[in-house]
């Protein structure tokens, strides 16, 4: 018995022994791949990073780039920030105000122009061929100004008690001074934004020049820095007025160039369709 024990103790030393080296093999490569793991990922690393003269190279790179993304709007609303939120958001809402009314006229003005000359041309055949209620219809499918001053003439060339040639002639003045009237409509508006904006940009000016002058009298000196700081933030308010203001000049003389243009289309008009109502068997000489 207990030499069965003692083979069976022997076994086990032999085989404890026999593992705790073949587990100190398989350590050893384990090891040594881990080293040369290692070693190769401090050699790649070593070879990806960049020299010190190409990262500062690279870095100059980089903050140009953010510069030209940060975009001219970001500048923009730091010096809207430093003229001060009272005065230039007056300034703003005179911009939107103004660009709108720029807007809704030259959509009217689009829509008031047409055709002189095709549009006359077709309502001529319809006179000569006294189809006096299709040239109105026509002259109702269109929304030009020419085509309101056209239909109202038809219509008294079409009655019975109006159909003269001096009433027809008041007739076409009298539409064309109405329809003249309405392309001209709201530009006033726009001078006045035109009129507002610099204004209220002098006006932030001069209480920024009296802000910046308390602020000396409060440091008790004439500081380079009080009275720059100051200055510049007055100033800013006349900068923004002054660029609103063109902006919409440039605008409301477009638009009087299309209101010229109509009105110069409508007289031409008037006069041409006054030869039409005069040639129609339906006028009274």
């Known amino acids: 018995m207990k030499k069965l024990f003692a083979i069976v103790a022997m ?16 350590e050893a490569p384990a090891t040594e791949v881990v080293d040369s793991a290692a070693t190769e990922d401090q050699d790649s690393v070593a070879a990806e990073a960049p020299a010190p003269a190409e990262e500062e190279a690279a870095a100059p790179a980089e903050g140009a780039t953010e510069e030209e993304s940060a975009g001219i709007h970001k500048v923009l609303k730091e010096k809207f920030i430093e003229g001060g939120a009272g005065f230039m958001a007056l300034v703003a809402i005179a911009l939107v105000l103004g660009l709108a009314l720029c807007i809704e006229r030259i959509v009217y003005l689009s829509l008031a122009a047409g055709d002189r ?13 006294n189809q006096i209620d299709e040239a109105i219809a026509y002259c109702q499918a269109s929304r030009s100004t020419i085509a309101k001053v056209c239909k109202k003439a038809l219509v008294a060339l079409n009655s019975d008690d109006m159909n003269d040639i001096a009433t027809i002639e008041r007739t076409i003045n009298m539409e064309a001074e109405v329809q003249g009237t309405y392309l001209e409509e709201n ?10 904006a610099p204004s209220l940009g002098f006006l932030g000016t001069v209480i920024g020049m009296v802000q910046a002058f308390d602020d000396i009298q409060a440091a008790g000196d004439i500081s380079p820095t009080v009275v720059a700081g100051g200055m510049k933030v007055a100033l800013i308010t006349t900068i923004f007025g002054i660029v609103v203001a063109l902006i919409l000049q440039l605008f409301y003389n477009y638009i009087l160039s299309r209101v010229e243009a109509i009105t ?22």
């Open 187 to 196: 530009c006033s508006w726009i001078t006045l934004f035109i009129a507002m």
């Open 264 to 285: 110069c289309s409508m007289e031409e008009t008037a006069q041409e369709l006054l030869e039409i109502c005069v040639k129609s068997p339906k006028c009274k000489k």
């Open 117 to 129: 000359r095709k549009f006359c041309s077709k309502v001529a055949e319809y006179v000569a061929a």
């Open 11 to 26: 076994a086990l030393v032999c085989s404890f022994g026999m593992t705790s080296n073949v587990m100190a093999q398989d």
